[in-house]
């Protein structure tokens, strides 16, 4: 779990997830670039790459070694 890449797809995930939420907040303000709340949005962001960050720290002992995946087996399939 501490090899360098289960930190990298780990990473990847979380700013993936963050990405991810900010484009979700912004699409549901339905107003203006100026008139979003930025600071809320990279806030409610930060929080879920955190929560993604920890979900990979959790999964590392289940899944596939190095991964951030519960899911174990063959992945060219």
């Given amino acids: 779990m501490l090899s360098k890449?289960?930190?990298?797809?780990?990473l990847e995930r979380a700013v993936k997830t963050a990405a991810q939420t900010a484009v979700a907040l912004i699409g549901t303000g339905a107003v203006g670039i100026i008139d979003v709340d930025w600071a809320n949005i990279a806030s409610v962001s930060g929080v879920a790459a955190l929560v993604s960050l920890l979900t990979s720290v959790a999964s590392g002992p289940i899944g596939e070694p190095d991964t951030p995946s519960v899911v174990r087996g063959d992945h060219a399939a």
């Fill in 5 to 10: 890449p289960f930190w990298k797809d780990a």
